[in-house]
């Protein structure tokens, strides 16, 4: 079985790397981009397992990018999930209505992000 | 799991500094009235990013302070706050905490919990209070930040407890309509904000140092080579000559490439003038424009680094003591802001840095009285020019109260020492009532100096090529001997002729050989040699470093044959000259070769 391909989104090189590093030491392959408009360009032309982003970021922020993704034909049933500072209940309902499957509060520590990830994978198995 | 967070805290500290002086220059920009909803965006999320890198490397009180900073710059984002002058002020305090903070952080020193907490609370305070609000322009609209049009769906987490959660599934099918329509919302990078380019990679300054020493050592290898050559037939060895000639190429190119990764813009130290200058005016009582230009400019990142203190300097005088205070300039007819206007531009080779204010000019009459007090060799005859080079001089101030802006006096002589070390010069030029500009010339490199080596009883020397005016054979009747000194007649104008070694006697040098007319500090010598060898790019070898400071040599090289060859610091010969010229002086140790 290949490896899941996930895509990083963070505009601070330190988060995105931090976030790659967890990512890869769990087993899993990670591309980065730093905005959304990045990340978009990433998509287009890589398969994409599974996307991670961030929401404040210049250029192209976390919600504009699931709206871009869930327009194209290959990113409908991708996990997204939304890293977020803020858990309030307005941000949940943007990044709901902008088409994320779900959220995660920034910042956390890896095992909560394995067993997210985990968690994730899971669910889109048994909808499959 | 056991991952090591630490290796991830340097890129942090880096890229913490990096926003705090991305939202230093937001923030003055704004206060300047340049501000727009862009720019506050941009603040805020540069809070943004640093509340969240110090939240994930445990550092609770930054993270917490950085939120309520955060909280501040969301409402005002958000038009819920307006921004006054008295919180602009806070806020850019508040940086500066922050950057000691991250900096005691980055050096494992424990941070001032106590001046972090002090700013909180005055930040808290200071959001409260009423202030003239600073006028931020509404357009561009912040498109990227905007809530999204669609209808809200009612919150259904799965679980409120966790950190994270997944919306349900038969939800996301409205969402898939919702989001049906493709939404491209990219812009422009906005100006101020901080640029982080996928494209670079951050290298260690010791790494590029290695490269340079290292192309150093192969430029002489080549110049070895290619002597060594000179030994065979060319005819015969036509090709071996033909690779030579590309092997000196792609040497120099390599040399060219290496310097050029050193070379890092201006903007590395004009981005720290707007605050400095806003403070200072502040303080001061004067209302001042800056003007930046040529940030793009690209200096040897040594240089800027040792230039930087010489140039604030010159900035903070010009506010302190050039720009007149609102009511002076009014009363002289002229707009009641000043103007201080600092540029950089490449320039034959070296790099050129002005700062121009329109204050009220240099003071040609307390200059000549200061330098009276002072004893300095001065005269009411002397041109303008003449008069306004004595402000370098040692111990120099003529501004009639000290102020703790610009120091007790010790400026000027140490900002001409300071880029005279760098192998540049400063100057100045003053019309009264109009202002003064002090130019800054540096070379692009400290790593390579274009000489021209001589001869000098039988040692080899190079003269650095920027500061030979000529080369000349003198006439008969060109050379004379005035107060015991031998001078050269250059059309009108007596230069002393100085001679590395001293035991030669003065007629002996002024009858033998060539001289060679330096220029330095605005001032010219004539210097004996015996022959001019050549002209070369030699590479520069601190002498400091490999042996000891030896005044009147800047450096060393090594030559094409292996010999080494001192540079000669033609600013300490000059000077020396003239001095001696007037003062009569015994045998001078530092010119006797």
């Known amino acids: 079985m290949s490896k ?18 967890v990512l890869r030491d769990s087993g899993y392959q990670v591309v980065e981009a730093e905005d959304g408009v990045k990340a978009l360009e990433v998509a287009k032309t890589s398969s994409i397992d599974v996307v991670l982003t961030d929401q404040n970021m210049p250029n192209m922020d976390g919600l504009s990018l699931v709206k871009n993704l869930r327009s194209l034909p290959a990113y409908q049933d991708t996990p997204i999930m939304m890293l977020t500072t803020e858990s309030s209940d307005e941000m949940k309902q943007k990044g709901r209505a902008a088409g994320a499957t779900g959220w995660m509060v920034k910042p956390f520590d890896p095992d909560k992000l394995v067993r997210m990830l985990k968690a994730l994978i899971g669910m889109k198995r048994q909808g499959a | 799991m056991a991952l090591d967070l630490s290796r991830f805290a340097k890129a942090f500290y880096e890229e913490a500094q990096d926003h705090l002086s991305a939202m230093e220059t937001l923030l003055v920009a ?33 993270a917490e302070f950085t939120h309520d900073l ?32 991250v900096v005691a952080l980055d050096t494992n020193t424990p941070p001032d919990a106590a001046a972090m907490e002090e700013i909180r609370m005055r930040l808290v305070d200071a959001s409260g209070t009423e202030g003239e609000a600073i006028t931020i322009a509404a357009a561009p609209p912040p498109a990227a930040l905007e809530d999204s049009d669609d209808d809200w769906l009612a919150a259904d987490e799965d679980d409120d407890d966790e950190d994270f959660g ?27 904000a901080p640029v982080v380019d996928a494209t670079s990679i951050r290298v260690s300054v010791s790494k590029v140092d290695s490269l340079v020493n290292l192309v150093g050592e192969l430029v002489i290898t080549d110049s070895m080579l290619r002597e060594g050559a000179r030994a065979f037939d060319y005819d015969v060895q036509g090709r071996f000559a033909e690779a030579l000639a590309q092997l000196e190429r792609n040497t120099r190119n390599l040399q060219e490439a290496i310097l050029g990764i050193r070379m890092i813009p201006m903007s590395f130290v004009f981005s720290r003038l707007p605050r400095m200058a806003r403070d200072v005016a ?35 005088n010009a506010i302190d003591h050039g720009i007149e205070s609102p009511a002076a300039r009014t009363a002289k007819g002229k707009p009641a802001r000043g ?16 700062v121009a204010d329109d204050g009220g000019g240099l003071d040609r009459a307390r200059i000549l009285q200061k330098a009276s007090e002072l004893a300095l060799d001065a005269d009411d005859s002397w041109s303008d020019a003449d008069v306004w080079k004595l ?44 202002g003064a500009t002090f130019t800054i010339r540096l070379p692009l490199t400290l790593a390579i100096v274009d000489g021209m080596s001589v001869s000098v009883d039988g040692e080899v020397h190079i003269v650095p090529l920027a500061n030979i005016e000529q080369s000349l054979r003198p006439a008969d009747g060109q050379v ?65 470093d490999n042996y000891r400071r030896v005044p009147g040599f800047s450096g060393a090289t090594i030559l094409g044959d292996g010999r080494v060859s001192f540079i000669l610091d033609a600013s300490h010969i000059v000077n020396r000259a003239h001095r001696k010229g007037r003062t009569h002086a015994r045998h001078d140790p530092a010119l006797a070769a």
């Open chain 1, 4 to 21: 899941l391909l996930i895509l990083a989104v963070d505009d601070s090189p330190s988060m995105r790397e931090m976030l790659a590093a």
């Open chain 2, 30 to 62: 704004i206060d300047a009235g340049r501000g727009d909803d862009e720019s506050l965006n941009a603040l805020f999320r540069a809070a943004h990013s640093i509340k969240g890198g110090a939240a994930a490397f445990g550092h609770t009180q930054l």
């Open chain 2, 70 to 101: 955060e909280t501040i710059l969301d409402r005002v984002r958000k038009r819920e706050a307006a921004l006054h002058k008295a919180m602009v002020d806070v806020i850019l305090e508040a940086g500066d905490v922050m950057r000691a903070h």
């Open chain 2, 166 to 192: 997944f919306f349900t599934e038969e939800k996301n099918e409205e969402v898939k309509e919702a989001a049906a329509a493709p939404v491209i919302e990219a812009k422009a990078t906005p100006e101020h």
């Open chain 2, 282 to 316: 502040a303080r001061l009582g004067k209302d001042i424009e800056l003007e930046i230009h040529g940030e793009e400019t690209e200096l040897d990142k040594r240089l800027i680094e040792q230039v930087t203190d010489p140039l604030l300097h010159l900035v903070r």
């Open chain 2, 339 to 354: 103007h201080v206007r600092v540029g950089a531009r490449h320039q034959g080779g070296m790099v050129v840095i002005t």
């Open chain 2, 391 to 434: 402000v370098f001089a040692p111990g120099f101030s003529t501004s009639a109260e000290v102020t703790d802006v610009s120091g007790r006096g010790v400026g000027m002589d140490v900002v001409r020492r300071n880029v005279e070390a760098l192998g540049g010069a400063v100057e100045v030029d003053s019309v009264a009532g109009e």
């Open chain 2, 480 to 544: 004379s001997t005035v107060g015991g000194h031998p001078v050269l007649d250059l059309g009108g104008a007596y230069l002393p002729i100085v001679q590395l070694n001293e035991t030669v006697s003065a007629s002996d040098a002024a009858n033998d050989g060539l001289l060679v007319v330096l220029e330095a500090d605005g001032r010219r010598a004539a210097l004996r040699i015996d022959d001019v060898l050549g002209q070369h790019q030699v590479v520069l070898k601190s002498l400091e």
